[in-house]
């Protein structure tokens, strides 16, 4: 008998198995199928943004969109930090800096340069940062579908992820994906607890690109497969590995970087000129850098070469090739003006100013006692401060002392982690037995402090210079100037700086790469790449001299270049 009608529920599916089976395409969305296939066929990873701000409604019906994704055993285990602190952004942005630099030393030396040629990211410009993280708290076995495959929660952020991608496109907003963190840095810098993991930083604004196709794909870097080439019948059938791009051997609150607008403006000036985008390479980049930190002349005041000197005791330990005296030469030299570094200031158009960081008074040596108390050292890094703070214009930092090559490499091993031997070089004129005695050095010095603070290791283990040059780059941040770094000494000051506040990694310049085998690793945690490798060891700002001089002619080749409409 089937004169009686179905019940049909309240809730859930109200379709019986007749009705499906009498038409079953009907759950079909005829009307949206087109549209559908449109928005994810123009998803793309988006990394150049205008900085005009997101709406709050729109950015809800993004993240809503995510929460909808689906997850094994309905676990809905992503989470979403938005973020919009200028603070939090500048970190994150040398943090992905310092990772591309990372990962192009791994590849093949071609594709390394292909590598850094590209943008990557848009940390800076978006007005938004969305991490987003999967909560694994919970056990895998209490999670239905996750006692087998244990990682299926992160699969399912990922399905968030890309529910996010194409409602933004769908609204007009870009997205971009960026990886290039060390999971744990990018834990710390948004407070994650233990058990819950990141799947990286979305970059959401309204785009300054509109691509056509992916951007990697238009670069050269890679190419959309046909769809018949990553479908197999059954079973796994053998397909040629993918392409191997790796080398064949194994803050103050009130302090940021610029504001998005700042970053968008000096990239909107370049884009206008009647040449390819980005055709200056390294240069390009820098000078976006220096435009948005100092303003649309960064370079054109004078500027200045601060020339920080003082003596070591470590020369004791037969660490030099020159007498301690040499120091207090080059620095009367350079107050005659005619030394190498006031030359250089000289030709590239900057004052010279030498700061007397210890000339005469070296200190404790490094191998067995502190190099400064903690009030000389305050003293010092305050002074810096000032000086860095006065005056207009770039700053190119210099450093004389006869000895604190080595003393570098100390604080390179201190700070990085690293071992003697992937520290130490030949600096000016040594032979190997006093290599050995560097290694030797760098080794006792290192594992006589047990500390882990950035401060107490350049306190201990640095100089007088070392504490000037670090208190200049915190001053002429905090002052909006451009920074130009020149050989190891002046780079590991710089990076103590950014340790504490990162947000000063955005006016740094890397004038130059020396011979010594630690200033590469330096630059890479710095997140800089350099604009000269010419194995330049003359120390005294030499090289950062010759950078600003470059920094001006490609700055004038731009302004004079026709533009466009």
């Known amino acids: 008998m089937s004169d009686f009608p179905r019940p049909r529920p309240v809730i859930g599916d109200a379709t019986s198995s007749a009705e499906r089976a009498a038409d079953h395409t009907a759950w079909r969305m005829d009307d949206h199928i087109r549209p559908l296939a449109d928005v994810i066929g123009a998803r793309r990873d988006i990394r150049r943004y205008r900085p005009d701000p997101v709406p709050d409604e729109v950015l809800t019906e993004v993240l809503t969109a995510a929460h909808l994704g689906p997850s094994v055993g309905h676990s809905q285990p992503w989470r979403f930090i938005v973020v919009t602190a200028a603070e939090t952004r500048d970190h994150a942005a040398h943090l992905a800096d310092r990772s591309r630099l990372r990962q192009a030393r791994m590849m093949e030396p071609d594709a390394a340069r292909r590598l850094l040629d590209l943008q990557l990211d848009g940390i800076r410009e978006a007005p938004l940062g969305i991490v987003v993280a999967c909560d694994r708290r919970t056990p895998a076995a209490g999670v239905l579908g996750r006692a087998t495959f244990p990682d ?10 890309q529910n996010m991608w194409l409602t933004a496109r769908a609204h007009g907003l870009g997205m971009g994906w960026v990886t290039l963190f060390e999971p744990a840095d990018l834990a710390d810098l948004v407070g994650l607890p233990d058990g819950v993991e990141s799947l990286g930083w979305l970059c959401l604004g309204w785009p300054d690109e509109r691509p056509p196709e992916p951007g990697l794909q238009r670069a050269g870097w890679s190419r959309r497969e046909p769809v018949a080439s990553v479908i197999m019948q059954e079973r796994w059938q053998d397909r040629e590995a993918p392409v191997n791009h790796l080398a064949s051997e194994s803050s103050a ?6 504001e998005q607008h700042a970053v968008v403006a000096a990239r909107d000036a ?26 649309p002349d960064p370079l054109a005041t004078a500027g200045t070469l601060i020339l920080a000197a003082a003596d070591h ?8 090739a020159f007498e301690p005296e040499v120091t207090a030469d080059i620095v009367r030299a350079a107050r005659a003006g005619s030394s190498m570094g006031a030359v250089a200031a000289r030709e590239a158009g900057l004052e010279l100013q030498v700061v007397d960081a210890g000339i005469g008074r070296p200190g404790g040596d490094v191998r067995v006692a502190d190099a400064l108390d903690a009030d000389t050292h305050a003293e010092l890094v305050e002074r810096g401060r000032q000086i860095g703070g006065e005056g207009y214009g770039p700053v190119a930092l210099g450093e004389v002392g006869i000895g604190n090559t080595t003393v570098a490499s100390v604080l390179t091993a201190g700070l990085l982690g690293l071992r003697s031997d992937d520290v130490v070089g030949l600096g000016s004129a040594s032979d190997t037995d006093m290599v050995d005695r560097k290694r030797i050095v760098v080794s006792d010095a290192v594992a006589r402090i047990c500390t882990d603070d950035d401060e107490e290791i350049l306190r201990r283990l640095g100089g007088g210079e070392f504490s000037v040059l670090r208190g200049v780059v915190a001053g002429a941040a905090r002052a909006g100037r451009v920074i130009v770094l020149d050989g190891l000494a002046t780079s590991i000051a710089a990076l103590a700086a950014v340790r504490a506040e990162p947000w000063i990694q955005a006016h740094l310049v890397a004038g130059q790469c020396s011979r010594e085998p630690a200033h590469r690793a330096v630059l890479d945690e710095l997140g800089l790449e350099p604009l000269l490798d010419l194995r330049i060891r003359s120390g005294e700002g030499v090289g950062a001299a010759l950078a600003v001089g470059l920094l001006r002619d490609a700055l004038m080749l731009r302004r004079d270049v026709a533009t466009t409409r």
């Open 270 to 295: 370049a884009d206008q000129l009647l040449t390819t985008p980005g055709s200056l390479g390294i240069l390009d980049r820098t000078l976006d850098r220096a435009l948005a930190v100092g303003g």
């Open 313 to 320: 005791a470590v020369v004791r330990q037969g660490v030099s």
């Open 152 to 161: 299926a929660d992160l699969w399912g952020c990922a399905c968030a992820i």
């Open 253 to 258: 609150p009130e302090q940021h970087a610029p």
